[in-house]
């Protein structure tokens, strides 16, 4: 009882603080510091996110384009080489050693 009380008001405390409002920069900093994707000469992008900076593939007049199949995962993430010998496992391992055998 002794400990329910005050984690019971240690947690009342942390819901009922003021969340902090997140702030945008302001102008004087965007302009000191432009971002790659600001300093674009190219007026059909935008600004910011993840997705790439612009969505048309230029691709030469006359050049060859080969579509390539990826490899197998198989072939990409080969399996590591076996060991010579593996050890007898030992309590709480798992990785590396053989189970026991017998009854």
Do not use: H, N, W
Not at 94 to 102: L, M, V
């Amino acid at each position: 009882m002794k400990i329910l009380i005050p984690t019971t008001l240690a947690a009342a405390l942390a819901f009922a603080a003021p969340a902090v409002a997140q702030t945008a920069p302001d102008a004087a900093a965007a302009t000191t510091m432009p971002s790659a994707a600001m300093q674009a000469t190219d007026s059909s992008m935008s600004i910011g996110g993840y997705g790439p900076a612009s969505t048309t593939l230029v691709v030469p007049a006359g050049a060859k384009v080969v579509y390539q199949q990826a490899p197998t995962p198989d072939q990409a993430y080969p399996a590591p080489a076996p060991l010579a010998k593996y050890p007898v496992c030992k309590r709480g391992q798992t990785d590396k050693c053989i189970e026991r055998g017998g009854k």
